[in-house]
């Protein structure tokens, strides 16, 4: 089993609409966890963090941490056509563990 | 403010050559990574440094892998000699604690070796 699992994709969704983005992990130790969104050929850009149970808004993001179920999600609102891209969970003891990514395509 | 930058971008080497990848982490962060992404794999960590020492470098796939951190200001990551596994996009960040903390990543060194 992967320590961070992510669905690979790709996901399609319509201009306008919500996109979620799902992540589950395995080592309960992880404290907290990172979205990191990627364009080809580029950087992992970080994009949103969350420490703590519940939700966590920045503008038309949202983050979603359940420590009970190991899982963590990314809700992106009003998806735009820009937002598609490689997106990718992490999760953090004393590094960072990756997921492979999701790819999102959001189409006009 | 710069951020993490890394030389070169693209890298094309023989089996059997070395290779040095270079990193220059955002000023003022101690904490500086190594990280890999084979190929349809995940990113994957490489090595620590808090400062000049390393801190982890459980992830470094064998010896011919060297990473260091002269002064800890930026760092370099040699391959000697380079093998065709160790083709793939090789990724450095930085961030200003250690746990738990944000991580600001390079735009990567993509390394092939034929």
């Given at each position: 089993q992967k320590e961070v699992e992510q669905n690979s994709g790709p996901l399609s969704v319509p201009e306008g609409a919500i996109a979620s983005l799902n992540c589950t992990y395995s080592d309960r130790g992880?404290?907290?966890?990172?979205?990191?969104?990627?364009?080809?050929?580029?950087?992992?850009?970080?994009?949103?963090?969350?420490?703590?149970?519940?939700?966590?808004?920045?503008?038309?993001?949202?983050?979603?941490?359940?420590?009970?179920?190991?899982?963590?999600?990314?809700?992106?609102?009003?998806?735009?056509?820009?937002?598609?891209?490689?997106?990718?969970?992490?999760?953090?003891?004393?590094?960072?563990?990756?997921?492979?990514?999701?790819?999102?395509?959001?189409?006009p | 403010e710069a951020g993490v930058t890394q030389f070169p971008s693209h890298s094309v080497i023989e089996k059997g050559q070395t290779v040095t990848l270079r990193c220059d982490p955002i000023s003022g962060h101690d904490n500086l990574y190594w990280y890999r992404r084979v190929m349809g794999k995940e990113i994957k960590f490489l090595l620590h440094f808090v400062k000049e020492s390393k801190q982890d470098e459980s992830g470094m796939p064998n010896n011919?892998?060297?990473?260091?951190?002269?002064?800890?200001?930026?760092?370099?990551?040699?391959?000697?000699?380079?093998?065709?596994?160790?083709?793939?996009?090789?990724?450095?960040?930085?961030?200003?604690?250690?746990?738990?903390?944000?991580?600001?990543?390079?735009?990567?060194?993509?390394?092939?070796?034929?």
């Open positions: 992880s404290q907290s966890f990172f979205w990191y969104r990627q364009y080809s050929g580029k950087s992992p850009e970080l994009i949103m963090s969350i420490y703590s149970n519940g939700d966590k808004e920045d503008g038309r993001f949202t983050a979603q941490l359940n420590k009970a179920s190991q899982y963590v999600s990314l809700l992106i609102r009003d998806s735009q056509p820009s937002d598609s891209a490689t997106y990718l969970c992490a999760g953090n003891t004393d590094k960072l563990i990756f997921g492979t990514g999701t790819r999102l395509q959001v189409f | 011919r892998f060297l990473a260091e951190r002269t002064g800890g200001t930026y760092s370099t990551l040699k391959v000697q000699p380079a093998e065709l596994e160790d083709s793939g996009v090789y990724f450095c960040a930085s961030s200003v604690h250690w746990r738990n903390t944000e991580a600001f990543f390079g735009q990567g060194t993509r390394l092939t070796v034929v």
